[in-house]
Structures are given as C-alpha cells and as structure tokens.
C-alpha cells in the first residue's frame, strides 16, 4: 500500500492550490481517503474526508467552503482543491486511507508542504 502526496508548493493569500494523493495496493470503493496537515509547533488536524463507495465528504469548520476534496477513479486518486488560501494554511498536509469498519487511519503518506505568504 502506497499513498504519494504532491502539489505543495509556495503560494500569496488568497490563491489556490491542488494537492493531489495517488492511491495504489488498496481500493477507494472500501476505504476512505482524509487529509490531515500539522503546521509548524501545532498538532495534526483533520482537514476533511470522504467517504468510500457514496463518496460523500465532510470538511474542518476551518476550510469549510474554500477546500475540496474529490477523487478520480481511473486515476486512483484523491485531490485536495484549495482556494482562498490564508497564511494560517501553511503546513505540511498528509493523505491518509482507513479502511470501511475500522476506526484507524492505517496508511499515511508522506505529506507535502504547503506555504501561503506573500
């Protein structure tokens, strides 16, 4: 099981970015797909998830109408669109599946770092 984040990069308030997470040695219809970030001196936090099969997602009241997650099947990847990026986004964002019927997050990527200044 392999989960490869990338897209992080620098970016100015209020510009956008897409992170993407390539899946590979499990299925997204039995596992759902998160995103987590820790910025620097700060514990991780839940960015947002969805769901395995419905595909339905939920999001941290933080990024909330700016951030989106979906997915490409084909691909076997999850994407992460953030828009109206404020400094207090900069961190390092992981990717991370847990599997239908487990409480866990069991894989975890890398993470990729996002900064946002101008």
């Known amino acids: 099981v392999q989960l490869q984040a990338s897209g992080g990069g620098l970016v100015q308030p209020g510009g956008s970015l897409r992170l993407s997470c390539a899946v590979s040695g499990l299925s997204l219809d039995y596992h759902a797909l998160g995103w987590f970030r820790q910025a620097p001196g700060k514990e991780r936090e839940g960015v947002g998830c969805?769901?395995?099969?419905?595909?339905?997602?939920a999001y941290a009241d933080a990024v909330k109408g700016r951030f989106i997650i979906s997915r490409d099947y084909a691909k076997n990847t999850v994407y992460l669109q953030m828009n109206g990026l404020k400094p207090e986004d900069t961190a390092v964002y992981y990717c991370a599946a847990r599997e239908v019927g487990v409480r866990e997050w069991g894989y975890w990527g890398q993470g990729t770092l996002v900064t946002v200044s101008s």
């Open positions: 969805m769901s395995s099969s419905a595909g339905s997602t």
